[in-house]
């Protein structure tokens, strides 16, 4: 079992979560496996995947060695305990939910709570998250962050939505801790498709410009 340092140790190095919104519970270990292949190991199964719970017991049983297997989308405590009993390592929610904080921190499990405003970014650093997920990000983008930032460098930030090859070296020179990755990098005709070997290379594509922004 990785202790709570080594998971946030990876999930911000090389910093690119992949936010999995499938289609099917039974896309989940070959999509997985796919984005390991391009070196992308942070992979958030959200809650709006078909039979997620058990698609994250089956991923983590697989991928255990080779993968950061999460739960995205959590909106309550239940949804919370249930995803980490069955393995997930680390927990996002959209929303400002603190009383998602000291379940997870029990557990040893790093949380991340989405925050719009600079008033909810503190008040999801206060009440312990271990990152703020700034979503939707499309509409404020890495001026914002870094304006945010300015003030607050204490917070650990991760843009969700708008974030693609062409803004990610913004976002991560503006000093976000990592960035969640969804329909640009796991798009709608991958998972229409299967296309597995397409996910591997854009994954590649991604780590890529991440190690390019950060040198």
Request: charged share 20%; net charge neutral.
């Amino acid at each position: 079992m990785r202790s709570k340092s080594d998971i946030i140790s990876r999930l911000t190095n090389p910093g690119i979560i992949a936010v999995v919104r499938a289609k099917r519970a039974d896309q989940i270990i070959p999509l997985a496996e796919a984005l390991v292949a391009g070196g992308i190991i942070a992979v958030e199964v959200t809650m709006t995947t078909p039979n997620a719970i058990a698609a994250i017991t089956q991923a983590r049983k697989k991928l255990a060695d080779r993968a950061l297997i999460g739960v995205g989308t959590v909106l309550d405590i239940a949804t919370c305990r249930a995803a980490i009993e069955a393995g997930a390592e680390f927990v996002v929610s959209p929303i400002l939910r603190p009383e998602l904080v000291p379940v997870c921190h029990a557990a040893g499990v790093p949380v991340m709570l989405g925050a719009y405003t600079p008033t909810e970014a503190q008040l999801a650093h206060e009440a312990g998250a271990d990152f703020v997920k700034i979503f939707p990000a499309d509409g404020l983008g890495p001026k914002f962050i870094r304006n945010l930032l300015a003030p607050l460098p204490h917070l650990r930030l991760v843009p969700t939505g708008g974030v693609d090859l062409h803004t990610i070296a913004d976002f991560l020179q503006a000093g976000c801790a990592a960035v969640g990755a969804g329909g640009s990098l796991i798009s709608a005709k991958i998972l229409e498709t299967d296309d597995w070997p397409e996910l591997t290379r854009r994954a590649q594509e991604w780590i890529a410009a991440s190690r390019l922004a950060r040198k």
